[in-house]
């Protein structure tokens, strides 16, 4: 009887482990995603229309050619500042200039490719 619940007792002390490794894997899985995914801030500027527009700037992810340097995406549209201003309270009035380069780009279309592959595969499998 004995050894019976000391065998019982280490795969209860195996199982309660192994479930808090997957937890732990998990939340630093979700940790690293979200830590990539961070937004810089939002940006409303006069648009070319006569209206206004949200911008948001972020960073382009290991596998852009524009990897680590400023991405701004189109997030919305409005008619006046106020409607802008209103649904995105925290966004900083003004445009926001981005000046990415290429400099680091070969002009070789097959090492481009292979920088490319390399760099999808980099954040695929480490992060």
Not at 9 to 31: D, N, P
Not at 50 to 74: C, D, H, I, M, N
Request: glycine share 6%; net charge negative; proline share 2%.
């Amino acid at each position: 009887m004995i050894a019976k619940d000391k065998h019982s007792f280490a795969m209860r002390t195996q199982l309660v482990a192994f479930i808090f490794g997957c937890v732990e894997s998990f939340f630093l899985h979700w940790l690293v995603f979200f830590a990539s995914m961070q937004v810089m801030s939002y940006h409303i500027e006069h648009n070319e229309y006569g209206g206004f527009s949200v911008y948001e700037l972020g960073v382009y992810p290991r596998s852009s050619v524009l990897a680590g340097q400023t991405r701004k995406t189109f997030v919305d549209a409005f008619d006046t500042q106020e409607q802008a201003q209103a649904a995105y309270p925290r966004a900083d009035l003004g445009g926001a200039d981005v000046f990415n380069t290429f400099d680091h780009l070969c002009d070789d279309v097959d090492d481009m490719e292979a920088y490319e592959r390399d760099c999808l595969r980099d954040e695929l499998y480490y992060e």
